[in-house]
């Protein structure tokens, strides 16, 4: 079983989840995010003053798969949250040793 994380672009958010949906992904969580990259934010002007914005809102979508579907699941999101621009974000695939259905007690990919 294995993690995956995602930091994208927020309007790619529906995006992603109905195209992971429809790869056979189920269950994931999403966390409202602010962050910055290579890209170190950008410029803005209010009421003429010039201000760098260094954090700028992203998502993080989190999913846990086996790992079987780890390569099809990120494969889905590369795809979909791209745009080519600077500041697509990242995606994380992290190990998991152990997971628990808190409700049922069930373990392993029985809990996913």
């Not at 992971?20 to 189920?26: D, F, K, S, Y």
């Not at 990259?37 to 003429?48: C, I, N, P």
């Not at 798969?65 to 621009?85: H, L, P």
């Amino acid at each position: 079983m294995q993690k995956i994380e995602a930091v994208i672009r927020h309007y790619k958010l529906e995006d992603v989840k109905n195209a992971l949906t429809e790869a056979g992904i189920q269950g994931m969580t999403v966390t409202e995010i602010r962050g910055f990259g290579r890209q170190r934010g950008h410029k803005e002007t209010y009421r003429g003053a010039e201000y760098t914005v260094d954090f700028l809102p992203k998502v993080k979508l989190e999913v846990v798969v086996t790992d079987e579907d780890v390569a099809r699941a990120t494969e889905t999101i590369m795809t979909t949250a791209r745009t080519g621009q600077i500041g697509d974000g990242k995606i994380f695939v992290t190990r998991l040793e152990e997971i628990i259905r808190i409700r049922t007690g069930e373990t392993g990919s029985e809990a996913i």
